[in-house]
C-alpha cells in the first residue's frame, strides 16, 4: 500500500523508481531473496577480537564508498572494484549542513510539510546505487535537522543562543524528537515496502553542525537557552541532586530551587579568564550545565537511534557521529556524555572522520574518539576518511549551485578542501588511511566528498586491494596489540576553564606524539578502568584526569601495586579528594605538588642533563609544551624524594618528575603537554611495553599487521614481539615474504611512503 503522506510528485516519480527496482530483481532474482528484511539480520558483533557488521551471522567487510553529490559519483566504478556496501546522504530539511558559511543544501528534503513527505531524493540515490551493483547494501545517513517551515511553525522549540538568536532545532525539544522521529519511522517503513530501499543495512542519523550532533553556533554563540532545554536541564538537576537542600548546599545558593534553577549567563559559564580550573565554591552551576549540555546530545542520539530499532529492529542498524572528545576540546560542542552513548543497546556504531590536527604527510590521522572504549562496549567504529586528493577541487568549481559563493572561489576552495599535488602523497595517505582501521579493528567509508576525488586508475586499484586487505583482515586475529592505554576523562571537561586550549594541547595535540613513539597504544575512558579487561596494559597515560572520584583512585593504587607505569598531566587529581588542590594530586599520582600563584602562567618545560633512562636519545634542553594554556594556578611538582628530568621554562622549578614505586614501574608527571615521541617511548620501555620501532614514525600493529607511515628515508628494523612464519608487504600483490621465522625485520624506508606488513601466525614466542 502506498504511503498517504506522499506528495503527488514523488508519488509519481516512486512508482517509476519501483519499475526500475523491480527490473533489477527480474534481472537478478537473488538481489530480491537476499536483500528483503524478512530475510536478512544485521547486527555488530564480536568477530576476531574486535567489533564487525554480521550479516545473517557473517561478518561484512566494513569497507564502503560515499560522496555528498551522487550525480558526480564513482558507484561504477567501486561496484568494480568489489565494493559491496555504499553510504548516501538524505535530508529531513532544505537547508545546507551548517548555520554558519552559507553551504546549500546537496539534496532536497524530503520533510515537505506536516504529515507530508516526499522520499523521491532517496529512492533516486538508492537507484544510482542498485544500478552499479544490484546486490548493494546502503548505510543511509539521515540529517534531522528541521526545515525552514517547520521553524515557522514551532519557534519555541528553537535552540536559543545567548545573544537570543535562534539555532534551528532545540536537541532537547521534545516536539523535534517526536516528529522528527515519525518522519524517520515513515521513512524506514518507506524503505522496508520497496526493493530500492531494503537494500538499506543502517541508518546513520545524523543533526546539528555538519550533522555531527554539535550545537549550531557552538563556536561563539553559547547555546543554549531555549525553553525546552531550561525545562531538560532541571530535569537534571532533579535526577542529580534530588532535594532543593542539596542542590542549595552544591551550588552555594540559598535562594535556588529544583523548578528555578536557571541556566548560567554567558558570563558566568566564560568564567574567570585568569583561571585553568574552575572554583566548584562558586562555579558549579556553570559546571554542572556544561555536564548536562553534553548529556542532551546524548539523549537526543539515544532517542532516535532508539525510533530506527523499534522499526527496523534487527534489518538494520542504528548509529552516529559521536564522542569527538579528542578532537573538538571545547565544552560548548556538546560532545562529552560519550560513556551514555556506549551504555544504550540502540546505539550499534559511532563514527567520526580522521582528524584534522596537521593533516600532512608524516603525521598521524587519528580518529576523533576513544575508539577502544567504543569497541570495548560492543560497539563498531567508523571511520570517515575524507581524504583530499590531487583530484580534489573547490566546490565553486565542480558545484556552484552548492557553493554559497556561487562560481566565485571563497571558503570551500581553500586549501582545506584541497589535496597534495603530488598524487603519490595522495596514494601514501590513502594507504596510512586504510592501514589505521586494519590495525585498529575498526570500519571506514571512502569519503569522495564533492565526487571525482578518485576518479584514476592507479587509485581505482588500490581501491580494489584495500577492499580485498579489508576481508581479509576479517580472518585474522583483530584483537588489539597495544600494552599502552591512554586515559581520558570526558567528566573532566566541565572542571576546566571555558577555554579550551589545555584539553587542545594535552588531548587534541598529543595524539601526534603518541601515533610516533613505536607501539601501538589503546584509548580508553577512565571510567573503562573498572573493567578487568583494561588492566593487561603496561602504561597507563592520563591527559586530562584532573576530576577522578574515589572509586578510580582504588583502581589506580591497585594498579600501581601490581607495577604498572603511569604518567600524569598537568592538574592530575586536582578534584575528587576532599577539597580541590594539590592533596587530590598527591593521593591520585603519589607525586608531592605545589601550586603556586604566578604573574604568568608557562605550560613549558626545559630538559635537564642527565642520564636517566627516561631522557635516552631527549636532547639536553629540549623543550617542549605550549604557551596558550592561560591562567592560574600552574600545578608543578616540588622536587621532593623524585627525579627531576625537566624544570619549567625559564625557572628552577622542576616541570617534569618521576618516582619508582616499590613494586615494579614509574609515575611520571609533567607540566608539559606535547610529550615528545622519544619520551613517551622511554616510558613505554621502562614500564615494559615492547617497543616495535626506534624511529618516530606513524606507527600501527595488531597481532597480524603492521602499518609504518615514515617520516624520513632510510632503513628501518620492525623488532616484533613474538616469532613469525612470514612477513609479507601487504601492498604488493606477489605476496613475496619479505622475511621468514623471524622476530625482526629490515626495510628501506621512503619518507612520507606507508607500508602495511603482513604477519602470519608462525610460532608463537
Not at 13 to 21: D, F
Not at 611 to 637: Q, R, Y
Not at 639 to 646: C, Q, R
Given at each position: ?11 509519481i ?9 523491480a ?17 536478512r539480520?544485521?547486527t ?8 564487525a ?11 564502503a ?23 548516501v ?5 532544505d ?6 558559511s552559507g553551504?546549500?543544501?546537496?539534496r ?8 507530508e ?8 540515490d ?22 525552514e ?7 519555541d ?9 535562534t539555532?534551528?532545532?532545540s536537541f532537547?525539544?521534545?516536539?523535534w ?20 530501499g ?13 550533522e ?64 585553568i ?26 532517542h ?6 523499534q ?31 556506549l ?21 598521524d590521522w587519528a580518529y576523533?574518539s576513544?575508539?577502544?572504549s ?74 569522495d ?8 586508475p ?32 570526558e ?18 595535540g ?11 597504544y ?10 578487568r ?44 579528594h ?15 605538588v605545589a ?8 605550560l ?6 642527565s ?27 616540588t ?8 624544570n619549567?621554562?625559564?625557572t ?7 618516582v ?15 610529550i615528545?615521541?622519544?619520551?613517551l617511548?622511554n ?5 615494559g611495553?615492547?617497543?616495535y ?36 608487504d601487504?601492498?604488493d ?5 619479505l622475511?621468514?621465522?623471524t ?23
Open positions: 500500500m502506498s504511503n498517504p503522506n506522499l506528495t503527488r510528485r514523488g508519488l516519480t516512486t512508482t517509476a523508481l519501483t519499475a526500475t527496482a527490473a533489477l530483481v527480474r534481472a537478478d532474482p537473488a538481489f530480491a531473496t537476499g536483500q528483503h528484511p524478512s530475510r539480520r544485521v555488530v558483533g564480536d568477530h576476531n577480537g574486535a567489533p557488521i554480521l550479516l545473517n551471522g557473517q561478518p561484512l567487510p566494513a569497507v564508498y560515499m560522496t555528498y553529490l551522487p550525480h558526480r559519483g564513482q558507484f561504477g566504478d567501486f561496484a568494480d572494484a568489489g565494493y559491496r556496501l555504499f553510504s546522504a538524505s535530508f529531513l530539511g537547508r545546507g549542513i551548517n548555520s554558519t553551504i546549500r543544501p546537496f532536497p528534503g524530503i520533510w515537505k510539510g506536516p504529515n513527505y516526499d522520499f523521491t531524493p532517496v529512492d533516486e538508492l537507484a544510482r546505487v542498485l544500478d552499479a551493483r544490484p546486490d548493494a547494501l546502503v548505510l543511509l545517513r539521515v540529517n534531522l535537522d528541521v526545515p517551515w517547520w521553524e515557522a511553525l514551532h519557534p522549540e528553537l535552540g536559543v543562543a545567548s545573544d537570543g538568536g539555532l534551528r532545532q532537547s525539544s521534545t516536539v524528537k517526536r516528529q522528527a522521529g515519525d518522519v524517520l519511522r515513515a521513512l524506514i517503513r518507506h524503505n522496508s515496502r520497496s526493493p530500492l531494503r537494500s538499506v543495512i543502517a541508518y546513520h542519523l545524523g543533526a546539528g553542525q555538519t555531527e550532533w554539535m550545537y549550531h553556533g557552538n563556536r561563539d554563540r553559547f547555546p543554549e537557552y531555549s525553553r525546552s532545554h531550561q525545562q531538560a536541564f532541571r530535569v537534571w538537576l532533579r535526577r542529580t541532586y534530588r532535594t532543593d537542600r542539596a542542590l542549595r548546599a552544591a551550588w552555594q545558593d540559598d535562594t535556588v530551587s529544583l523548578h528555578t534553577a536557571a541556566i548560567p549567563d554567558a558570563t558566568a559559564r566564560l568564567g574567570d579568564e585568569s583561571r580550573l574552575r572554583d566548584p565554591v562558586t562555579e558549579q552551576p556553570s559546571i554542572d550545565y556544561y555536564q548536562f549540555h553534553s548529556h542532551a546530545v546524548a539523549d537526543a542520539v539515544i532516535f537511534c532508539r525510533v530506527v530499532k522499526e527496523a529492529g534487527d534489518t538494520a542498524l542504528a548509529g552516529a557521529f559521536y564522542g569527538y572528545n579528542m578532537e573538538t576540546t571545547q565544552v560548548d560542542v556538546g560532545q562529552n556524555a560519550l560513556r551514555q552513548v551504555a544504550s543497546p540502540q546505539v550499534e556504531f559511532l563514527a567520526s572522520p580522521n582528524s584534522y590536527v596537521r593533516r600532512q604527510p608524516g603525521n576523533f576513544l575508539t577502544d567504543v569497541k570495548l562496549h560492543g560497539k563498531l567504529w567508523m571511520s570517515e576518511s575524507d581524504t583530499r586528493t590531487h583530484l580534489s577541487q573547490g566546490l565553486s568549481v565542480v558545484a556552484p549551485e552548492v557553493n554559497p559563493t556561487g562560481s566565485v572561489p571563497g571558503q570551500y576552495d581553500s586549501s582545506l578542501w584541497l589535496g597534495p599535488e603530488d598524487p603519490a602523497i595522495t596514494l601514501a595517505l590513502l594507504k596510512n588511511n586504510l592501514a589505521r582501521a586494519l590495525a585498529t579493528g575498526a570500519g571506514l567509508w571512502w569519503f566528498m564533492w565526487g571525482g576525488w578518485y576518479d584514476d592507479e587509485m581505482m586499484a588500490f581501491m580494489a586491494n584495500a577492499r580485498g586487505l579489508v576481508a581479509e583482515s576479517m580472518r585474522a586475529d583483530r584483537r588489539s596489540a597495544a600494552q599502552v592505554a591512554v586515559v581520558v576523562d567528566e573532566s571537561y566541565a572542571y576546566f576553564s571555558h577555554s579550551r586550549n589545555h584539553n587542545q594541547q594535552f588531548l587534541y598529543q595524539r601526534l606524539e603518541l601515533g610516533r613513539m613505536g607501539t601501538p589503546d584509548i580508553l575512558h577512565a571510567q573503562d578502568l573498572h573493567d579487561r583494561t588492566h593487561h596494559h603496561k602504561l597507563f597515560i592520563f591527559l586530562n584526569s584532573i576530576k577522578v572520584d574515589r572509586h578510580l583512585r582504588q583502581v589506580v593504587k591497585r594498579l600501581r601495586d601490581q607495577g604498572r607505569s603511569f604518567l600524569w598531566g598537568h592538574g592530575a587529581g586536582w578534584f575528587g576532599g577539597a580541590p588542590g594539590v592533596a587530590g594530586v598527591r593521593d591520585l599520582t603519589g607525586i608531592e601550586a603556586p600563584e604566578l604573574p604568568t602562567v608557562d613549558r618545560v626545559k630538559t635537564l642533563a642520564d636517566s633512562p627516561a631522557l635516552a636519545g631527549v636532547a639536553t634542553g629540549t623543550l617542549f609544551g605550549t604557551t596558550s594554556v592561560k591562567g592560574n594556578p600552574l600545578v608543578h611538582p622536587g621532593v624524594d623524585v627525579e627531576v628530568l625537566a619549567v621554562n625559564g628552577t622549578l622542576p616541570g617534569v618528575v618521576r619508582p614505586h616499590r613494586r615494579g614501574g614509574y609515575s611520571t608527571y609533567t607540566v608539559g603537554p606535547r615528545p615521541p622519544r619520551f617511548q616510558a613505554a620501555r621502562e614500564a611495553v615492547h617497543i620501532n626506534d624511529v618516530d614514525d606513524v606507527f600501527y600493529a595488531n597481532h597480524e599487521f603492521i602499518a609504518l607511515h615514515a617520516t624520513q628515508d632510510g632503513p628501518r628494523t620492525i623488532r616484533l614481539p613474538r616469532t613469525v612464519g612470514t612477513v609479507t601487504a601492498f600483490p606477489s605476496r613475496t615474504p622475511a621468514r621465522d622476530d625482526s625485520f629490515t626495510i628501506e624506508c621512503g619518507e612520507h611512503e606507508t607500508y602495511l606488513f603482513r604477519l602470519d601466525r608462525g610460532r608463537r614466542g
